[in-house]
């Protein structure tokens, strides 16, 4: 028996069954039976034996396995050592509403913090956020560490593991948070088409399109509303910053083209915002948004629509002609301009000195001063200079924008023109003495002139006579005496007629 007949045996074994009560087992059953459960017995010993066979062999090889899954599980323990600090790491998520925005508006950026098994971050780390373009503050309700520039911030999440921070335009350092808002909210003025200002300006393929000039119109109404409006500190600030500074008095077209300005905004995990703990950056992440500039065109438009104020400047400069003078009319013009640009915003002033210009050289008078054309140059050159000198040196003072103009350039120039006007009136009067003078030393100098040319006719003569004396003195010849006497009496005769010229002068 083996195991090859283990199956013919169990199934002779089967064909015994199924006997009812009173049947007889004959021999040949039971012999049947003996062999069946004999043959069953060898084949179990006989698989016995070739499973301990199995389990040596397995054993063999199970042995090294063991020694190598302990070795394992040490280089297990030595990985999970090393790669703790890694396991500590964060992944930053960060994300904002659009990517696409206004000058004006507040981007705020969300920065979620969570572990690598994908659990919030409940410890409360600070996350640093640097920009490259913009200025930076914390969101409502969250704490933070600005940096000195503005373009870099630490700001402590929150238990959810949040942190905000809002990305503004880069020329509103000046402006107060409640500024910021104001001017976010006047970006969402709502134009007769239905949408919001900023819409209009993110839709419009150019500046100049028919959309853009109706919200152009519309922030300009917000701009001159008040002295103290959110926009106009805004737009004003914009003015004199030296990136973006505009000059329009010699900016001759106009701008069909947006600008816009990209930023980077970088997020870096930390566990504190102690400087003393040197703890690295436990996770990264970066997000990019972009600004359209509005502003630019919209102050290139501004500026350029001065001609409604030239007829009424025209009519004030007029009336305050042939009141005293040069000097007297040159100040009356310098304080008429200072008082109307007294309520004016920066750019409001620009566009009123353009105005000014335009009106001086329109300004006719049916009866001019002789000195109207030299003052209405005065007054032109000084108006030039003090829109070149409101210049971001000048007009920031401190954190608040200057917003009364001094017009020092006007001042000055019409003190330095006033007094050449009466220092050439006063030449006028030395001229004339001078030129009496003049004429009187002109008849000494012909007079002198007449003396001179007669001193020199004589001198001639004078000459002459020496000569012929000279000549007749080499003549003599001392041993001869009629010759001696007789060229004694020749010079003789020219000494006289010399002395006749002498008494001639």
Same mark, same amino acid.
């Given at each position: 028996?083996?195991?090859?007949?283990?199956?013919?045996?169990?199934?002779?074994?089967?064909?015994?069954?199924?006997?009812?009560?009173?049947?007889?087992?004959?021999?040949?059953?039971?012999?049947?039976?003996?062999?069946?459960?004999?043959?069953? +017995?060898?084949?179990?010993?006989?698989?016995?034996?070739?499973?301990?066979?199995?389990?040596?062999?397995?054993?063999?090889?199970?042995?090294?396995?063991?020694?190598?899954?302990?070795?394992?599980?040490?280089?297990?323990?030595?990985?999970?050592?090393?790669?703790?600090?890694?396991?500590?790491?964060?992944?930053?998520?960060?994300?904002?509403?659009?990517?696409?925005?206004?000058?004006?508006?507040?981007?705020?950026?969300?920065?979620?913090?969570?572990?690598?098994?994908?659990?919030?971050?409940?410890?409360?780390?600070?996350?640093?956020?640097?920009?490259?373009?913009?200025?930076?503050?914390?969101?409502?309700?969250?704490?933070?560490?600005?940096?000195?520039?503005?373009?870099?911030?630490?700001?402590?999440?929150?238990?959810?593991?949040?942190?905000?921070?809002?990305?503004?335009?880069?020329?509103?350092?000046?402006?107060?948070?409640?500024?910021?808002?104001?001017?976010?909210?006047?970006?969402?003025?709502?134009?007769?088409? +239905?949408?919001?200002?900023?819409?209009?300006?993110?839709?419009?393929?150019?500046?100049?399109?028919?959309?853009?000039?109706?919200?152009?119109?519309?922030?300009?109404?917000?701009?001159?509303?008040?002295?103290?409006?959110?926009?106009?500190?805004?737009?004003?600030?914009?003015?004199?910053?030296?990136?973006?500074?505009?000059?329009?008095?010699?900016?001759?077209?106009?701008?069909?083209?947006?600008?816009?300005?990209?930023?980077?905004?970088?997020?870096?995990?930390?566990?504190?915002?102690?400087?003393?703990?040197?703890?690295?950056?436990?996770?990264?992440?970066?997000?990019?948004?972009?600004?359209?500039?509005?502003?630019?065109?919209?102050?290139?438009?501004?500026?350029?629509?001065?001609?409604?104020?030239?007829?009424?400047?025209?009519?004030?400069?007029?009336?305050?002609?042939?009141?005293?003078?040069?000097?007297?009319?040159?100040?009356?013009?310098?304080?008429?301009?200072?008082?109307?640009?007294?309520?004016?915003?920066?750019?409001?002033?620009?566009?009123?000195?353009?105005?000014?210009?335009?009106?001086?050289?329109?300004?006719?008078?049916?009866?001019?001063?002789?000195?109207?054309?030299?003052?209405?140059?005065?007054?032109?050159?000084?108006?030039?200079?003090?829109?070149?000198?409101?210049?971001?040196?000048?007009?920031?003072?401190?954190?608040?924008?200057?917003?009364?103009?001094?017009?020092?350039?006007?001042?000055?120039?019409?003190?330095?023109?006033?007094?050449?006007?009466?220092?050439?009136?006063?030449?006028?009067?030395?001229?004339?003495?001078?030129?009496?003078?003049?004429?009187?030393?002109?008849?000494?100098?012909?007079?002198?002139?007449?003396?001179?040319?007669?001193?020199?006719?004589?001198?001639?003569?004078?000459?002459?006579?020496?000569?012929?004396? +000279?000549?007749?003195?080499?003549?003599?010849?001392?041993?001869?005496?009629?010759?001696?006497?007789?060229?004694?009496?020749?010079?003789?005769?020219?000494?006289?007629?010399?002395?006749?010229?002498?008494?001639?002068?």
């Amino acid at each position: 028996m083996s195991l090859d007949s283990l199956q013919g045996d169990v199934a002779s074994l089967a064909d015994l069954g199924d006997k009812q009560a009173g049947h007889l087992i004959k021999h040949n059953d039971w012999n049947t039976l003996v062999q069946g459960v004999a043959g069953i +017995g060898d084949a179990l010993l006989e698989y016995i034996a070739e499973t301990d066979n199995r389990v040596e062999t397995l054993e063999g090889q199970v042995t090294p396995l063991i020694g190598r899954v302990d070795s394992l599980v040490e280089e297990l323990a030595d990985i999970r050592t090393e790669i703790a600090p890694l396991l500590d790491q964060y992944v930053i998520t960060m994300s904002t509403v659009k990517v696409n925005y206004a000058l004006g508006e507040l981007c705020e950026i969300t920065a979620e913090v969570r572990d690598l098994s994908g659990e919030i971050v409940t410890t409360r780390p600070w996350v640093d956020f640097i920009t490259t373009w913009g200025q930076m503050r914390e969101a409502p309700g969250f704490s933070s560490e600005p940096g000195a520039s503005g373009s870099s911030i630490s700001v402590r999440t929150n238990t959810s593991g949040i942190a905000r921070v809002l990305v503004k335009s880069a020329h509103t350092e000046h402006l107060t948070e409640i500024q910021e808002l104001q001017v976010d909210t006047a970006m969402k003025t709502t134009l007769s088409t +239905g949408e919001f200002f900023y819409q209009t300006i993110l839709d419009a393929s150019t500046p100049v399109s028919e959309p853009v000039v109706e919200a152009f119109n519309a922030m300009s109404v917000q701009y001159q509303q008040v002295q103290s409006s959110p926009v106009q500190a805004f737009i004003d600030s914009y003015q004199q910053f030296p990136q973006f500074q505009v000059l329009p008095q010699w900016n001759t077209g106009i701008l069909t083209s947006w600008t816009k300005y990209r930023a980077i905004v970088v997020a870096f995990a930390k566990d504190d915002s102690d400087p003393r703990t040197p703890d690295a950056a436990k996770g990264t992440s970066s997000i990019q948004i972009t600004f359209r500039d509005w502003v630019r065109p919209w102050i290139d438009r501004f500026v350029k629509d001065y001609e409604i104020f030239v007829p009424d400047i025209m009519g004030t400069l007029a009336g305050q002609l042939g009141s005293g003078g040069f000097a007297a009319d040159l100040e009356l013009w310098h304080q008429g301009i200072a008082s109307n640009i007294g309520n004016m915003g920066i750019v409001a002033r620009q566009r009123y000195y353009n105005g000014v210009g335009s009106a001086v050289d329109k300004l006719t008078v049916p009866t001019p001063p002789a000195y109207l054309a030299e003052l209405k140059q005065t007054i032109k050159n000084a108006v030039t200079l003090q829109q070149i000198q409101e210049s971001p040196s000048v007009a920031l003072e401190g954190t608040e924008l200057s917003k009364t103009p001094g017009l020092a350039a006007v001042a000055g120039v019409s003190r330095q023109a006033a007094a050449a006007k009466d220092a050439a009136d006063n030449t006028v009067g030395l001229f004339s003495n001078i030129e009496v003078t003049n004429r009187e030393l002109t008849d000494k100098i012909n007079f002198m002139g007449e003396e001179l040319r007669t001193a020199q006719q004589v001198s001639t003569e004078i000459n002459t006579e020496l000569s012929a004396i +000279g000549q007749n003195v080499l003549k003599i010849n001392t041993l001869d005496q009629n010759s001696v006497q007789g060229q004694i009496n020749l010079i003789s005769a020219q000494i006289g007629q010399i002395g006749e010229v002498i008494k001639r002068v």
